[in-house]
Antibody, heavy 122, light 111 residues
Framework: EEQLLESGGDLVQPGGSLRLSCAAS????????MSWVRQAPGKGLEWVST????????YYADSVKGRFTISRDNSKNTLYLQMNSLRAEDTAVYYC???????????????WGQGTLVTVSS | QSVLTQPPSVSGAPGQRVTISCTGS?????????VHWYQQLPGTAPKVLIY???NRPSGVPDRFSGSKSGTSASLAITGLQAEDEADYYC???????????FGGGTKLTVL
């Protein structure tokens, strides 16, 4: 059974940094692109970042470009999101999601973790 | 303001049929990119309901169906049940943004 388990969410001050992790199991991790999707309290879903199976290609939403870095360690079946220069508007539940689809433009998210809460506040 | 536009809420009585629209533009749905739909039950992570415009993953009841035409897509739910009460999101790819986009979400209330 495919499983994703996020960790690392916390309360952090504006301008601070945080690293999220997502441990994957139940599938061949290196074969699939992976993503982070976030959801601010009471709001909708927002795609944050995607990384290819090899880790060579990365993609970011404009709202986080230059501040967040997605990476993966295929030997540990783990996905990461390094978040720097955090802002109040980054407050959200961050979901790790497995990508599915043949072409980049056809990607969808077929499995999701339970999410980890990041709160940016002084 | 979401790139894909959904109605904030829809409602229906048990047994009825409801549809949720998702309107995009020439840089996403209108460009031919696939539309996918997710269901998010209260307090849980989203779950894929429809992928590739009209395909259901195994385990999703055939009461759920998807379609796409032009710059819009729709999710139809027939035989409405109390357990269908949830938030529903459409998702596609946008070439202008070079990334994946979601609709703002639609809250379905079963009366």
């Amino acid at each position: 059974e495919e499983q994703l388990l996020e960790s690392g969410g916390d309360l952090v001050q504006p301008g601070g940094s945080l690293r999220l992790s997502c441990a994957a199991s139940g599938f061949t991790f290196s074969t699939y692109a992976m993503s982070w999707v976030r959801q601010a309290p009471g709001k909708g879903l927002e795609w944050v970042s995607t990384i290819s199976g090899s880790g060579r290609s990365t993609y970011y939403a404009d709202s986080v470009k230059g501040r967040f870095t997605i990476s993966r360690d295929n030997s540990k079946n783990t996905l990461y999101l390094q978040m720097n220069s955090l802002r109040a508007e980054d407050t959200a539940v961050y979901y790790c999601a497995k990508n599915r689809g043949i072409q980049l433009w056809s990607y969808y998210f077929d499995y999701w973790g339970q999410g980890t809460l990041v709160t940016v506040s002084s | 303001q979401s790139v894909l536009t959904q109605p904030p809420s829809v409602s229906g009585a048990p047994g009825q049929r409801v549809t949720i629209s998702c309107t995009g533009s020439s840089s996403n749905i209108g460009a031919g990119y696939d539309v996918h739909w997710y269901q998010q039950l209260p307090g849980t992570a989203p779950k894929v309901l429809i992928y590739g415009n009209s395909n259901r993953p195994s385990g999703v009841p055939d009461r759920f169906s998807g379609s796409k035409s032009g710059t819009s897509a729709s999710l139809a739910i027939t035989g409405l049940q109390a357990e269908d009460e949830a938030d529903y999101y459409c998702q596609s790819y946008d070439s202008s943004l070079s990334g994946w986009v979601f609709g703002g979400g639609t809250k379905l209330t079963v009366l």
